[in-house]
């Protein structure tokens, strides 16, 4: 045999080198698949022990920073009371989630349909959401009476404008080519609304969502601060004001748990309801496929 059919015979053939990247790829996918979960956990298991370490360590007394298995068994413990008030704030989250929803996409309708309409009233939308909700309570506990409907006006404020602006840049941001075929086959305004803008829109719908979601959240307990500071209130944030005042640190660990693992559970369900929506056509949820 020639030296350079030999050499043939040692270099891998262009197949078996496309087999052997793909392979690379593959694993590379999986161990990004399994580091998205372990990672976070690693850490926040290694946290969950410094933090118990340290109060040992320093002897450092429960009611100023108890220890995770002391937080653990009040949230058992007291399970029914924290889990009734988490009940009224997710109502409160809910609730003001929906009406940002609804309010938010309605009024970026209106806006795509006359400049006019978004030149008046962009702007107020604009001074709600700069303006902090604690300095905005004050008249709202005196112009409504409700302790609900306060409540659900504050989260509301705090979530609409993602929702609102979101959605508006996705009415937007069409095609411009499409918008030049929808005319010349004669749509209708709204028949280029309904077919080509809202789809259009969708993720940068569900984009201002996922914000939306956790703001909700934060304005409901924010809420809850400034109306249950006077025990008007009986959602998480009353809980943790009153453990506070009782210096009763592991209820209000407990209770800052439940909001965190709250949030984190909304943030989770609504990626999972852009992921099951996207997925088929947009490109954003197309990426873990390639």
Not at 78 to 100: C, G, Y
Not at 178 to 197: C, E, I, P, V, Y
Not at 256 to 281: D, H, K, M, P
């Amino acid at each position: 045999m020639s030296t350079i059919e030999a050499g043939a015979e040692r270099r891998p053939a262009p197949l078996e080198r496309a087999d052997a990247e793909e392979l690379a790829r593959q694993r590379q996918r999986r161990f990004e698949r399994i580091g998205r979960w372990a990672l976070p956990l690693l850490i926040m298991v290694t946290a969950i022990w410094l933090w118990d370490r340290i109060c040992v360590w320093n002897d450092i007394p429960h009611f100023i920073l108890p220890r995770p298995g002391v937080v653990l068994e009040t949230l058992v413990a007291d399970a029914p009371l924290l889990f009734s008030s988490l009940w009224v704030t997710l109502k409160i989250t809910f609730l003001s989630l929906l009406l940002a929803v609804l309010g938010g996409v309605g009024l970026a309708v209106l806006f795509t349909q006359s400049k006019w309409v978004e030149m008046s009233f962009f702007p107020f939308a604009v001074i709600l959401q700069v303006t902090p909700i604690v300095a905005i309570f004050p008249l709202i506990n005196i112009y409504v009476e409700n302790q609900t409907a306060k409540l659900l006006l504050c989260a509301w404020i705090v979530a609409f404008f993602p929702i609102l602006s979101n959605t508006t840049l996705g009415l937007n941001s069409v095609d411009r080519n499409l918008l030049d075929l929808f005319k010349m086959n004669g749509a209708s305004r709204w028949q280029t609304l309904w077919h080509l803008r809202l789809p259009a829109s969708m993720p940068y719908f569900l984009g201002g969502l996922k914000i939306a979601g956790g703001l909700a959240l934060i304005g409901a307990v924010v809420a809850e601060f400034v109306a249950g500071s006077a025990g008007q209130s009986t959602g998480l944030a009353s809980r943790i004001i009153e453990a506070g005042y009782r210096l009763n640190a592991p209820r209000l660990f407990a209770a800052l748990i439940l909001i965190s693992f709250t949030g984190i559970v909304i943030f989770l369900a609504l990626s999972w309801l852009s992921n099951r929506i996207l997925r088929r056509w947009h490109e954003s949820a197309l990426v873990g496929e390639h």
